[in-house]
Structures are given as C-alpha cells and as structure tokens.
C-alpha cells in the first residue's frame, strides 16, 4: 500500500476516484487535474506517516501514570505476592468467621475496627487512598499497627473498579465495612467535589462491584449524624426527618442512604447504615475540635469555642471510639445475607438505619475544662458565634433501636474517653509535639 501511495497512484478507497469514468469537465483541466491529483496523493502519503508515527507512540510509550492498570500494577508488586498477602490477610480464624473488606482502613475507625475483626478471628483486608485531607502520616502510622496485627492495607481508590472487582476475584468477602470518605464538615466549602468523589461516585462504584460479585457480601456503611441537619426535636431518632442537611457532607451521607436504598431494592444487596455521632479516641482525626483543642491547649495558643446565637454552648453527643466499634461488630454480626446473584434480586433483603451515639450530648465548654484538668493546663478561651458554615447547633441520639437489635450499649462516657485519647497523644506526639511515637499500642 506504501508503495502506491509514492507512485502517486490514487488512493485506494473503493468507489472514490474513478478516473477512467471521470466527467468531461475534468478534461478540460486535466493538467490541473493532474496536479491535483498529485497533491492529494501527497497529503494522504504524510497522513498515513502521521498515523504510522503515533501508533508506534503509543504502542512503544509506557502507559501514563494515571491508568488504572499502572496503579493496580504499582500496587501489584510482583502481582502473586501481593496475591499472597491479600489471601494470607483475609484468611479467618477457622470456618464460620467472616471475612471482611474494610475500606477506609487507614483512618480513625477503619483502623479500631480492623483491629477489633482481626483480633476475634475474622479475616481482614483494609483498603484506603490514604488522601491528604490531614496528615498523612498519622494513617501510614495506623497502617503500621494494621501491618502488625497482620492486616494488609491495599493502596486504592474506591472509584477504582478494577481494584475492587480484582479484590472479589481474589477473595469472596463474606462482608463489606464501608468507612471510606471524604469526612469533615467545614471542608465542603473548600473542596466540595471531594465529597461527591468519595461518598457518592464511589460509594456507587463499590455497590456495582459488590452487586455483582458472587457472592454477594453484606454490608455495612457508616452514615452520620449530620443526615438530621436542622432537626430540633430531640433525642434524634431514626424516624424524624433527615431531608434538610445544614452542610453538603451531610447531604452527601444523605445521598448515600438513598442511594444504598436503591441496590437494596433493585440488586439484594444487604446494606446496615450507622449513623455515627461525634467519635472520639486513640488515634482519632486532627481535623476535629476534642484533638486540635489537645493540641492548641499545650501549645498556648488561643482556641475557639463557639456558641449559639442566644449564647448558649455548642453541644455534642460525643461516642468513644470502643462504642463505636461495638456497634459495628453488631451490625455486621447481625448482618442477614444479600440475596441476589449475578447482579440480580432473588428476594428482599435487609435494610437497616441505626443511630450509633452515647446519649449525653455534652457542651463544649465542659470538653474543653475536662482537656484542661487532663492536660493541666488552662486554655486561652475565645468564645465565638457558631459559624453558619455546616456545623449544628447540638446533637443527641436517640439509640434505643440500636440497643434492642444490635446489643449497643455505650460504656464510656466523656471524661474517660478523654483520658484515654490523652494518655495516647501524650504518647505519639509528646507533649511538644517532637516525639513521633507511632509505635504507640491501640
Ligand atoms: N469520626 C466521626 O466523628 C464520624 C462521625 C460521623 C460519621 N463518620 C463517618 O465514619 C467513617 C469513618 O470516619 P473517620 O472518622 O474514621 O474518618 P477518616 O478520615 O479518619 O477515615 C476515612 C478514611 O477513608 C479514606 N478515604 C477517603 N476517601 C477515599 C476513597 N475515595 N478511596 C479510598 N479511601 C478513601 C481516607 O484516606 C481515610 O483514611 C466516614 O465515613 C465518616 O464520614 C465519622
């Protein structure tokens, strides 16, 4: 074909250029004619170059950094070791445990609840991006401790569906512990699409490819406090209304109910939401108030309080962390089967929304003197009106459906939960924050 085009001969798309048959008019210009013929020729001959030159391009050239085969592969060093580790991670106790894929695993709870699966003899796999949303070396920390209780973290995006349909290829996750998202209140103004990245594009993805494995897991998802937004009847049960989210987090966790509500429906997917209130501990998140007061309080830097309009303090119903994780044990151990196969429904399937809090919101004028007596150091206090940038006047769970059909029952209240989160960043941070302990036991 190359060596037609350099005879200048016409091109060889059938029917196109019939010169035999041309209409009069062409003889009359046929020496134009000629020419013209002769530079089509020419443009098609360098056409072909250019199309010969970047199929060689990309055929030669690497693929970029940002395909998803270059990532699996980044995280498949050697592909059948990471294999091993994947298997060796997930593999339970004995016949008759779970075996759980935990996304979010590097962060405040995904890591309390890994460790607390494993330790009972569950099999365990963590998943997280391990995103920069705050320092990043506090979840490579976590992730140390994961290592050491033997549960392997992959590195991964839930958006990533080739991951994840690797991931139930690889191992039939009995259950899926959902903690993964982009969490923060106040964030939302600053970067909103990481919040439909996360807890809407991705929490989709994950339900595609748990909805067509086979089997299909059950799970089990955190949602959030927030859902009841400007609701003022109190405590918060499951049963009031959750349709006007103050901040786009909470409408985003919102969307998610909906959205789990909609697999349910159409795949037989088992979907337990948590709606989680304010937790607190060891190895908690930096972005929230109980740990940068620790933080600004030793450092004696002014912190800000913030209160209502009519000068009442902001109150939280703040749920240690071991609560927490008992309520999702109980939610995943309570957890009936999905029941569709091959993407379909066989039959209805669980769909459950609980409340996780501790019952006794607290203000947080009274968090911040129970820091001071824990740190021994008076904080400089500056009282602020709540910005009206996400954040709720107050927050109290009602938890009784949780008790009765999940086992909850909350057992550490403020003052000792604080203790311990104390005592532990005491330990990580030092109380200079030179000393990085992330040696720290959990
Ligand atoms: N901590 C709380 O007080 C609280 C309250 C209500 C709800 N929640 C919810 O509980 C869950 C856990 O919260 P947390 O406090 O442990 O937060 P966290 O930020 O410490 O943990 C979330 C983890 O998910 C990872 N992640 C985020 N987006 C991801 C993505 N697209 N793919 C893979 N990994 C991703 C992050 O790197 C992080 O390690 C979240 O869903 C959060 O919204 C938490």
């Known amino acids: 074909m190359a060596s037609s085009l ?43 170059l250019f199309l010969v030159l970047f199929f060689f391009f990309f055929l030669l050239s690497p693929p970029s950094s940002s395909s998803p085969r270059r990532q699996l592969s980044a995280d498949l060093p050697g592909g059948r070791q990471w294999e091993k580790k994947v298997l060796k991670s997930t593999r339970p106790e004995s016949a008759g445990f779970f075996t759980v894929l935990v996304t979010g695993a590097a962060g405040f ?31 490579h920390a976590r992730r140390n401790v994961l290592d050491r209780a033997g549960i392997f973290v992959v590195e991964g995006d839930i958006n990533d569906a080739d991951l994840l349909r690797r991931l139930f290829d690889v191992v039939h996750f009995t259950h899926v512990m959902h903690l993964a998202a982009q969490a923060g209140v106040r964030y939302a103004m600053q970067n909103p699409k990481s919040y439909v990245h996360s807890n809407i594009a991705g929490f989709v993805n994950l339900l595609e490819v748990c909805k067509s494995a ?5 799970i089990v998802w955190a949602s959030s406090s927030s859902v009841y937004g400007l609701n003022s009847k109190v405590p918060f049960s499951e049963k009031d209304r959750t349709d006007r989210p103050a901040s786009l987090y909470a409408a985003t966790k919102k969307a998610g109910e909906e959205i789990a509500h909609t697999y349910n429906h159409i795949h037989g997917l088992s979907i337990t939401g948590l709606r989680f209130f304010t937790v607190y501990g060891p190895w908690g998140r930096p ?60 039959g209805p ?68 939960g604080l203790k311990k989160f104390v005592r532990w960043y005491v330990s990580y941070y030092g109380t200079t924050k030179k000393k990085n302990g992330s040696s720290s036991a959990l």
């Open 6 to 48: 350099l005879d200048n001969s016409p091109p060889s798309t059938p029917g196109k250029f019939k010169p035999d048959k041309a209409p009069p008019y062409l003889h009359h210009h046929h020496h134009r004619s000629l020419r013209l013929q002769s530079n089509i020729s020419k443009l098609t001959f360098y056409s072909f």
């Open 109 to 139: 709870v995904g890591t309390h609840v890994s460790i607390a699966l494993k330790r009972r003899g569950d099999g365990v796999l963590g998943l997280d991006n391990f995103n920069h949303y705050y320092d990043v070396n506090l979840k």
């Open 214 to 218: 086979n089997p299909q897991p059950a």
């Open 287 to 346: 972005d929230m108030a109980y740990f940068f007061f620790t933080k600004d309080i030793l450092k004696g830097k002014e912190i800000s309080v913030f209160e209502t309009a009519d000068g009442r303090s902001v109150a939280r119903d703040f749920t240690y962390i071991d609560d927490i994780v008992k309520g999702c044990l109980g939610a995943l151990d309570t957890a009936k089967k999905s029941t569709g196969s091959g993407g379909k429904k066989k």
């Open 349 to 416: 399937a669980q769909l459950r929304i609980y409340n996780l809090g501790n019952t006794s919101p607290v203000p947080m004028t009274k968090m911040v003197s129970i820091l001071e007596k824990l740190l021994k150091v008076k904080a400089k206090k500056k009282a602020q009106p709540l910005p009206k940038n996400g954040d709720v006047e107050f927050t109290h769970a009602n938890i009784s459906l949780a008790q009765r059909e999940l086992g909850y029952k909350p057992a550490t209240g403020l003052e000792s």
